[in-house]
């Protein structure tokens, strides 16, 4: 990834958002589609990197 891209998220539940910045902490995430889409609407794709923010792990 460019050193100075951004990753915009506005997924304020992940532990990862910064919810000031509507930005994600990570250097990288990986989007996964969901299975079996077909809708072409952009709720096929998946953030797999999110992490509820209550998670310990
Ligand atoms: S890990 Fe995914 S869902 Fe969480 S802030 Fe980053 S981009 Fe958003």
């Not at 996964?32 to 998946?46: A, L, R, V, Y």
């Given at each position: 990834?460019?050193?100075?891209q951004?990753?915009?998220?506005?997924?304020?539940?992940?532990?990862?958002?910064?919810?000031?910045?509507?930005?994600?902490?990570?250097?990288?995430?990986?989007?996964?589609?969901?299975?079996?889409?077909?809708?072409?609407?952009?709720?096929?794709?998946?953030?797999?990197?999110?992490?509820?923010?209550?998670?310990?792990?």
């Amino acid at each position: 990834m460019e050193k100075n891209q951004k990753i915009g998220c506005t997924v304020t539940s992940c532990k990862y958002n910064d919810k000031p910045y509507q930005q994600c902490q990570l250097e990288q995430i990986i989007v996964t589609p969901i299975q079996g889409c077909d809708t072409k609407q952009p709720d096929e794709s998946m953030c797999s990197s999110y992490k509820h923010e209550n998670s310990k792990k």
